[in-house]
């Protein structure tokens, strides 16, 4: 199968900096590449849908001035957390689709853990 | 109402035993069904898609119920291996995103 990764795997900072997560499809073209978030014991939420070259599509009560997504090329997506705080604490997983509209196969990152102290 | 449901478990379950669980999903235009697995700490994996017609994939059997709008999975001959969270997904009518229900928990226990 088609493989994701994600950099770091694991991030810890300070209230009110800033963390970038990278996103890359390694053996494909992602045209779409998704971004979701996971609290414990909870399920994985959607937050961002982007397509290289234009603008993220973001899900209700999602800021898009504090999660900022950027798709510039076909393998490589970057979510910047902005002046992080303590309930942004989770684990972020992208994941990337090749397919057209038809195709539903999503193909996961390893996901980054964030920790906000 | 959540859009797709699980009982969070956990299912305790012998090794050797079968074990079932459903998912409902509330959308009646969704179009394409799936379970993932997902083990602690880690990211989803697709396990099977679900087809109308239902369908097995060696000790795993999902079947789809459209009429009362849940799917189902259930585990042949269980493994330790097997023991994880288990995701029902469900696209939406548009587009290929997935909603994912928040899990059901199964622990294989020798």
């Known amino acids: 199968g088609a493989v994701v990764s994600q950099h770091p795997s694991r991030v810890i900072c300070k209230s009110g900096t800033s963390v970038k997560i990278e996103c890359r499809s390694l053996?494909?073209?992602?045209?779409?590449m998704f971004w979701y978030r996971q609290f414990p014991k909870q399920s994985l939420m959607l937050m961002a849908t982007?397509?290289?070259?234009?603008?993220?599509?973001?899900e209700q009560g999602v800021e898009k001035d504090k999660f900022l997504i950027n798709h510039a090329s076909l393998t490589l997506s970057t979510l910047t957390v902005t002046s992080a705080h303590p309930e942004d604490s989770s684990f972020y997983i992208c994941?990337?689709?090749?397919?057209?509209?038809?195709?539903?196969?999503?193909?996961f990152g390893p996901g980054t853990r964030l920790t906000v102290t | 109402r959540k859009e797709v449901e699980q009982d969070p478990g956990p299912f305790n379950v012998p090794e050797g035993a079968t074990v079932a669980f459903n998912c409902t999903y509330s959308?009646?235009?969704?179009?394409?069904f799936f379970w993932y697995r997902q083990d602690c700490r880690k990211e989803p994996k697709l396990l099977m898609s679900?087809?109308?017609s239902g369908n097995e994939d060696g000790r795993f059997t999902a079947q789809l119920n459209r009429a009362s709008q849940y799917i189902s999975l259930l585990i042949r001959d269980s493994k330790l291996s097997d023991s994880a969270t288990y995701l029902c997904?469900?696209?939406?009518?548009?587009?290929?995103?997935?909603?994912f229900g928040g899990g059901t928990r199964v622990l294989v226990k020798p």
């Open positions: 982007s397509n290289e070259g234009s603008k993220a599509t973001y």
């Open positions: 994941s990337a689709s090749g397919g057209t509209a038809i195709s539903y196969e999503q193909y």
């Open positions: 997904v469900v696209t939406k009518a548009a587009g290929n995103k997935l909603t």
């Open positions: 053996d494909f073209q992602a045209t779409t």
């Open positions: 679900v087809y109308s």
């Open positions: 959308n009646s235009a969704s179009q394409s």
